[in-house]
T-cell receptor, first 112, second 112 residues
Framework: QQQVKQSPQSLIVQKGGISIINCAYE??????FPWYQQFPGKGPALLIA?????SEKKEGRFTISFNKSAKQFSLHIMDSQPGDSATYFC???????????FGEGTQLTVNP | DVKVTQSSRYLVKRTGEKVFLECVQD?????MFWYRQDPGLGLRLIYF???????EKGDIPEGYSVSREKKERFSLILESASTNQTSMYLC???????????FGSGTRLTVV
């Protein structure tokens, strides 16, 4: 029962471009929305996260946009670099317990 | 630096074998999780534990069991390995109440 839907499955962007990855959720009890970045041969690592009481959070070139009414959130990577090439996962956590539900993942390739 | 260590990076096992995947964390985290990662399916939760000797089923527990005899160690057991359990297995841990996970580097299991 996938409760977080992520798109696209793969994305190719030119260096300097903007990468956009989208996620949609169903459970209105989710209260925390992180994004994880995974390089080949490594486990996922927390990149940036947002709570639903704000509409946007920015950390360097990475921005999360959050639309509570539409139950959607997205990751924007500005000035994309080849070093950003990785798999990105969105996730969501309910108010009870600590478990995260993950999206399907997006494989991002940034061409030089 | 905080660490989640998975005992094997690569494993090849035969159908029907009993398989143990070990995970150790050095951060005194209460919560530990086992996920499997498959292309296009994202990270799916197998089992998790909020405390020593406690375990909870995730979304896909069939064919798996777990053991947590010490706080720092969480083991995933495949009672009788099957080819459809060929996958990347990721262990993660987190503090109670905190939302970020720390992941291990993963174990790529192939069942032949």
């Amino acid at each position: 029962q996938q409760q977080v839907k992520q798109s696209p499955q793969s994305l190719i962007v030119q260096k300097g471009g903007i990468s956009i990855i989208n996620c949609a959720y169903e459970n209105t009890a989710f209260d925390y929305f992180p994004w994880y970045q995974q390089f080949p041969g490594k486990g996922p690592a927390l990149l940036i996260a947002i709570r639903p009481d704000v509409s946007e959070k920015k950390e360097g070139r990475f921005t999360i946009s959050f639309n509570k009414s539409a139950k959607q959130f997205s990751l924007h990577i500005m000035d994309s670099q080849p070093g950003d090439s990785a798999t990105y996962f969105c996730a969501a956590r309910g108010t009870s317990g600590s478990r995260l539900t993950f999206g399907e993942g997006t494989q991002l390739t940034v061409n030089p | 630096d905080v660490k989640v260590t998975q005992s094997s990076r690569y494993l090849v096992k035969r159908t029907g074998e009993k398989v143990f995947l070990e995970c150790v964390q050095d951060m005194d985290h209460e919560n530990m999780f086992w996920y499997r990662q498959d292309p296009g399916l994202g990270l799916r939760l197998i089992y998790f534990s909020y405390d020593v000797k406690m375990k909870e089923k995730g979304d896909i527990p069939e064919g798996y069991s777990v053991s947590r005899e010490k706080k720092e160690r969480f083991s995933l057991i495949l009672e009788s390995a099957s080819t459809n359990q060929t996958s990347m297995y990721l262990c993660a841990s987190s503090l109670q109440g905190l939302r970020g996970y720390t992941f291990g580097s993963g174990t790529r299991l192939t069942v032949v």
